[in-house]
Nanobody, 126 residues
């Protein structure tokens, strides 16, 4: 059973930074792509970033390009999302996810992912 646990969320002022972590267990972490999504109150879950199995390829939502960086450490079975220059509209619950099937880089849609964490909340104050 794949298990994902996010951490690192919190309250930060506009312009601040956070680093979210996603600890994975239950299968060979280095064989699967990873992704981050977010869901703000009253909105659908949306794509943030994805990363390939070795970290050489990433995809980012246009809204976070140049500010958020996805990375992974396969020795630690952990995926990260570095968030810089945070804005109030980045306030959301952030989820990490991974697909059921091995693939190079998962597609940037929730339906491409099978396993999800419970999320970590990020609040950006103005």
């Amino acid at each position: 059973q794949v298990h994902l646990v996010e951490s690192g969320g919190g309250v930060v002022q506009t312009g601040g930074s956070l680093r979210l972590s996603c600890a994975a267990s239950g299968r060979v972490f280095s064989s699967y792509g990873m992704g981050w999504f977010r869901q703000a109150p009253g909105k659908e879950r949306g794509f943030v970033a994805a990363i390939s199995v070795r970290g050489g390829t990433t995809k980012d939502a246009d809204s976070v390009k140049g500010r958020f960086i996805i990375s992974r450490d396969n020795d630690k079975n952990t995926c990260y999302l570095q968030q810089n220059s945070l804005k109030p509209n980045n306030t959301a619950v952030y989820y990490c996810a991974t697909p059921r099937q091995a693939c190079i880089v998962p597609e940037p849609v929730p339906s491409a992912y099978e396993f999800w964490g419970h999320g970590t909340e990020v609040t950006v104050s103005s």
